[in-house]
Nanobody, 125 residues
Framework: VQLQASGGGLVQAGGTLRLSCAAS????????MAWFRQIPGKAREFVAA????????TYADSVRGRFTISKDTARNTMYLQMNSLRPEDTAVYYC???????????????????WGQGTQVTVSS
């Protein structure tokens, strides 16, 4: 599976952005797709994940209530709607896909097999 992330940009605090992650190749119902983010010099941080079958989602505490993850199965595309953005949300956002993940492992970046190229999100104060 190859992933292509897009939608990043520069926005003021309180603003909104929507990220997209298009998957090419075959997808399976056991897949989980996720968003992570990374600031230079820091470890990659889990943001949100969604199960391809059923659509159940998991969020990091720092974004719950502000970000919404969703998917369009027909388009093989995942989205991250980001509202009420804060300067601390500034990072490179990566999408990833993994399989066989459960709630206790869904936040572990090393369990994801394929990654997109990243898209920069910058929130100014």
């Amino acid at each position: 599976v190859q992933l292509q992330a897009s939608g990043g940009g520069l926005v003021q605090a309180g603003g909104t952005l929507r990220l997209s992650c298009a998957a090419s190749g075959r997808t399976f119902n056991s897949y989980v797709m996720a968003w992570f983010r990374q600031i230079p010099g820091k470890a990659r941080e889990f943001v949100a994940a969604i199960k391809w079958s059923g659509g159940s989602s998991t969020y990091a505490d720092s974004v719950r209530g502000r970000f919404t993850i969703s998917k369009d199965t027909a388009r093989n595309t995942m989205y991250l709607q980001m509202n009420s953005l804060r300067p601390e949300d500034t990072a490179v956002y990566y999408c990833a896909v993994g399989s066989g993940l459960i709630t206790s492992t869904i936040r572990d970046d090393y369990r994801y097999a394929s990654w997109g190229q990243g898209t920069q999100v910058t929130v100014s104060s």
